[in-house]
């Protein structure tokens, strides 16, 4: 019997600790200069500049937001549409078969679930999630990230990733800490 795991690709890559919020800028500059695409920064609560030195896009999440929504406002108004007008005519006091104002109530309800439906799994989606394991977990220093410590973790399945390079660039970066995590 093959074993599967054996085969697979194994994860890991090098997990840096930093002092501060501040080395953490500036390493996240130093780490985006050098190239590298699969990394990330991680804090224990949010730093002012953080996306703009991780040289972060802006989120796709609001525009596929808004399509949903879109999509909802149109689609149930289609439907209210056709069905008061074409499947099932009913000239009720003399009011026009297509009666929008009345059609209003149940677009917006509709509206307003498809488009937080688009931003619960728009952001699962863009985030990979869930993902039930991951590299960084297996490093003991790495649980201090939900308390006090600064990291940045560089996968070791980026197209720039050289062990020796990476760990050079996180010394001279500031770290006070590297370390090679693999599962």
Excluded at 76 to 100: E, H, R, T
Excluded at 128 to 137: D, E, Q
């Amino acid at each position: 019997m093959v074993d599967k795991k054996a085969n697979a690709q194994r994860e890991g890559g090098l997990l840096a600790e930093f002092e501060s919020p501040g080395a953490l800028l500036r390493a996240c500059d130093e780490v985006r200069q050098a190239g590298f695409r699969l990394w990330d920064a991680h804090t224990p609560y949010p730093v002012h500049g953080l996306d703009r030195a991780m040289g972060l896009r802006p989120s796709k999440l609001p525009w596929i937001v808004l399509g949903m929504a879109l999509s909802g406002t149109v689609g149930a108004m289609a439907l209210q549409g056709w069905v008061a007008a074409v499947d099932y005519p009913l000239v009720i006091s003399g009011k026009p078969l297509f009666s929008w104002q009345a059609f209003v109530p149940v677009a917006f309800e509709v509206t307003i679930l498809l488009g937080a439906l688009g931003a619960v799994f728009g952001m699962l989606g863009i985030n990979r999630l869930p993902r039930h394991n991951n590299w960084r977990f297996e490093s003991s220093n790495f649980e201090r990230v939900t308390d006090d410590a600064f990291f940045i973790s560089i996968d070791r399945e980026d197209p720039r990733f050289d062990r020796d390079k990476a760990e050079r660039i996180l010394r001279d970066a500031g770290a006070k800490h590297v370390e090679w995590v693999e599962v």
